[in-house]
């Protein structure tokens, strides 16, 4: 029996412990210092941004006027810092248009609401179905302050303008173009060759247009096929044409994830004897959207920026309004570039939250898959 034990492994001796593999000059070492190339671009890039930033931060910060400034205080320094005292001067008109300026209330109210709603449906815990009825309220509530009418003072759409133009165009119009899309979608792979061809037909020709054609069709071609006597409102017939032109591509990126989704689960849901819609709605759609977000949010991103193609159907969208702010005005008209840093930071401050938010989700939905 002594014959047959195991043998007794021979006792080893304790390695030491690596050195070198943490830390921030290990990290360096290993991400900007790793072979010579990337040694030597690490330092022409550093050596450009020590050329750049000095500069950038004098004439955007220090040298800079800041605050309720007359346009002479700029005069006295331009050239060496920014004017960003023009952003103060012509802020409300940057954000609201010609929206009369007693009640500019109201369009900064809906702004905060848009954004408390946006904010509100990003977290997990809300996705209930009494969010739908929030997001209801939110758009009669939202219209109601723009329109004007029980208590309030009529404003007609043609005053509407600025930043809630542009937050009601790209918001609604992602709200109801991404059930349609994914119809197109369902469509498009659907077995009824009527379907699927109509399907075909209309992503296919939208695509193949800009969104610049669909919105002069949308406000002047469609207007000549109405009945006479019969008007449809300019910023309504707008959302439509948005509406109807990034559902094509959000049919798009939704096939997509349709097509990436594994053939065995959709042999699973036919298994478990689920009918179309219900292993579409529980089984297939849901893994097909998560893998569609980066395509989607993409999507998502691009028609917040084109809706400032709306100006060529006399609306007064976000950049519009601050493009006229100081076209106006002969006195400010000189710093249009500080004006329009400032809505290029307005419009980065809400694609880079899409683009962040859709990481973290895509992170958060993928949490227990299979690598």
């Known amino acids: 029996m002594a014959d047959d034990a195991l043998p007794t492994p021979a006792p080893t001796e304790p390695r030491a412990r690596p050195t070198g593999g943490a830390g921030p000059l290990a990290w360096l070492r290993a991400n900007l210092f790793s072979s010579v190339g990337n040694g030597v671009t690490t330092m022409l890039v550093l050596a450009v941004l020590a050329w750049i930033l000095p500069k950038a931060l004098g004439w955007l910060v220090f040298d800079a006027v800041w605050g309720p400034q007359p346009a002479s205080a700029c005069d006295a320094v331009r050239g060496q810092g920014a004017c960003w005292a023009v952003v103060w001067e012509k802020m ?35 996705w209930r179905p009494a969010l739908a009825a929030v997001w209801a309220a939110g758009i009669v509530v939202t219209f109601w302050l723009m329109g004007g009418g029980l208590g309030l003072t009529p404003v007609r759409t043609e005053q509407w303008g600025g930043l809630p133009v542009t937050l009601i165009l790209a918001i609604f119009g992602i709200a109801f173009a991404f059930p349609l899309g994914i119809v197109l979608a369902l469509g498009r792979r659907s077995k009824l060759p009527i379907i699927r061809s109509l399907s075909v037909i209309y992503i296919e020709v939208v695509r193949g247009v800009p969104l610049i054609t669909v919105l002069f069709m949308a406000s002047v071609m469609f207007a000549l096929l109405l009945p006479e006597g019969m008007r449809i409102d300019v910023l309504l017939r707008a959302q439509v044409a948005i509406i109807l032109f990034v559902a094509a591509y959000l049919a798009e990126a939704v096939r997509g994830g349709l097509q990436a989704v594994p053939k065995g689960q959709y042999e699973a849901a036919e298994a478990l004897g689920l009918p179309y819609w219900r292993s579409m709605g529980l089984v297939i759609l849901p893994q097909a959207l998560r893998i569609s977000i980066p395509p989607i949010v993409n999507s998502f991103i691009s028609l917040f920026k084109d809706t400032s193609l709306v100006v060529i159907i006399s609306i007064f969208d976000f950049a519009y309004a601050v493009k006229k702010s100081v076209e106006t005005d002969i006195s400010w008209k000189k710093y249009f ?28 939905l993928a949490r227990g898959q299979r690598r």
Request: glycine share 4%; aromatic share 24%; net charge positive.
């Open 337 to 364: 570039i500080e004006a329009f840093l400032f809505s290029i930071l307005v419009y980065w401050i809400f694609c880079y939250a899409m683009s962040r938010y859709s990481q973290w989700l895509e992170k958060d």
């Open 92 to 126: 409300r008109f940057m954000l609201f248009g010609v929206y009369p300026f007693d009640q500019q209330w109201r369009p900064g109210l809906v702004v905060v609401i848009l954004t408390g709603l946006l904010v509100v449906s990003a977290f997990k815990r809300f």
